[in-house]
């Protein structure tokens, strides 16, 4: 595409053309069917005439609601049918027949085109498909051990992804976008400039790699930055436009949204919580936990597991150790919660399924914290990170054909 001006007709028809389809899409969203991160725009549906049905506008509608002319509406509407993004319905049978020709009736394909949501993690691979709405068409997760080398990891990837496909009919010609959850610090071009949590990882060309599986962009985001946003398009930060979501562990990450838009900082480091200790010189994340002055393997989570049980069973070295845990939680998150100010703190990954952790989280966050937040378990729990993923594809396509304003995720992909 050359450079687009002020008077440059090309625009205007780009300006038409998103305008009439964000209220088309509106208008076949059901107000029960809507999702929480739509915006306030998702509001703005076109009221339908008499004679359009539920998920259908008529030219009038649309005319009333862009405020366009009726032949702008009508070009660009035939436009979208060429381009197979909205098709016209067929008029309806059985219905009160009016005097004249019954209006025309039109739809957003959501069919037209697909998502899909990809998270990488230390013991699992997951995959999440949608259509142009988000709305879910099938889910896939696959075991891998914390072991396995990138290309191993990667081809765990691309064989869940295949079977995803395959099992839901759709071609993977049809994908528009592709978000990707991963851990480590994520530059903007989908490389791992820093991934100490799976082997291979730090310095991984990871968009790159992907893009050759797929003829879409392909959107890498930091797994705690992916799960942020999914809470709040779907989970417990749900209407707060100020959130910090914790991805707990022995080395837990953050991702946040400052001002309803996500905060990667300059370089894509930012929540990286995990690395606090080194400023005080304590003990690594792997100590923390020990009971045996031996580190713990911080992908090993039976092992974690296992010093929670001891502690609630009264052994006094797991307790002493789970107290240190915790204190370092509440150092890590306080710190966030003092910079930040957020409206509310989630908190996700494998520590909020042990018993004796957010409890004592919200209490302490209570006692330092200037203004203490509130405090909520994920509710998207292990979905959290591959839902965020495939928001990152939604809102890349939501730019790309709806770009009236900016999405909440907005970064280059991988091409």
């Known amino acids: 595409m050359g450079r687009l001006t002020g008077g440059d007709p090309s625009l205007l028809r780009r300006i038409n053309s998103a305008v009439v389809l964000h209220a088309l899409r509106a208008a076949t969203v059901s107000p029960e069917g809507r999702d929480p991160g739509a915006g306030a725009d998702a509001d703005r549906a076109p009221e339908r005439a008499p004679d359009a049905a539920p998920g259908c506008a008529t030219l009038t509608d649309l005319t009333r609601v862009t405020g366009l002319s009726r032949p702008t509406v009508e070009g660009v509407v035939e436009g979208l049918i060429a381009d197979g993004l909205v098709v016209e319905m067929p008029a309806e049978e059985g219905g ?99 991934g100490t949590a799976l ?22 985001e930091n797994d705690a930055n992916a799960a942020a946003v999914a809470e709040h398009w779907k989970g417990a930060a749900v209407g707060s436009d100020d959130v910090v979501f914790v991805l707990a562990g022995l080395s ?24 606090l200790h080194l400023l005080g010189r304590e003990a690594t994340p792997e100590e923390v936990l020990s009971t045996t002055g031996e580190p713990l393997n911080p992908l090993d989570e039976g092992q974690v597991a296992r ?51 957010l409890d004592p989280l919200r209490d302490e966050l209570a006692r330092w914290c200037l203004r203490p937040p509130q405090v909520a378990q994920s509710l998207l729990g292990e979905a959290a990170v591959v839902t965020g993923a495939l928001r990152l594809a939604l809102d890349h396509v939501e730019e790309e054909l709806f770009a009236v304003e900016s999405t909440v995720t907005a970064r280059r992909a991988s091409r």
């Open 96 to 194: 009160v027949r009016r005097q004249g020709r019954p209006a025309r009736r039109f739809r957003f394909r959501a069919e037209a085109g697909h998502l899909l949501g990809v998270e990488i993690g230390a013991h699992r691979v997951a995959a999440l498909l949608s259509d142009l709405d988000g709305r879910p068409l099938g889910s896939t997760v696959r075991e891998v051990s914390e072991k396995a080398s990138a290309d191993e990891r990667l081809e765990r990837v691309r064989g869940a992804v295949a079977d995803l496909l395959r099992r839901a009919g759709v071609s993977r010609h049809s994908l528009r976008a592709v978000g990707v959850g991963s851990p480590g610090v994520v530059e903007a071009d989908g490389t791992v400039h820093l």
């Open 252 to 275: 837990p990450g953050a991702g946040s949204l400052i001002g309803g838009r996500l905060h990667r900082g300059f370089g894509g480091a930012a929540g990286e919580i995990g690395a």
């Open 307 to 357: 010093v929670f049980a001891l502690a609630r069973s009264g052994d006094t070295r797991a307790r002493a150790a789970v107290d240190r845990f915790i204190r370092r939680l509440v150092h890590d998150v306080g710190a966030l919660v003092l910079a930040l100010d957020p409206e509310v703190v989630v908190v996700g990954g494998w520590a909020t399924g042990l018993d004796g952790v």
């Open 199 to 220: 082997p291979g990882w730090t310095g991984l060309r990871l968009g790159e790699r992907l893009r050759r599986s797929f003829r879409c962009p392909v959107l890498v």
